[in-house]
């Protein structure tokens, strides 16, 4: 995943208009791993106390959320090393 933590969703564009579908199977999984890292980041800040805003919904669905991406991008990187896609 740390390929993909300096990328931003608008950087995965091309890739998924791409006709190839690795270069749409990498988007997506640029995509879920940049709103992974921004929603572990806020967690982490929300651990911090340094949340400059008040979360409307409880830590454990924010929790269930993460394990949830967390699991998603495991199985795409099982996908892409059983498929041969480097991410």
Sequence with gaps: MATYKKME?????SLMCS????ERFKAEYA?????????????????????????????????????AMADYIASLEARAAIEGIEL
Excluded: H, S
């Excluded at 006709?19 to 690795?22: H, I, R, S």
């Excluded at 982490?44 to 394990?67: A, H, M, S, V």
């Design 9 to 13: 969703l608008k950087d995965t564009v």
């Design 19 to 22: 006709d190839d579908y690795k």
């Design 31 to 67: 995509q879920v791993a940049v709103r992974y890292e921004k929603l572990k980041a806020m967690l982490d800040r929300w651990d911090e106390g340094k949340l400059n805003f008040q979360p409307t919904c409880p830590r454990g669905i924010y929790n269930f959320q993460i394990r």
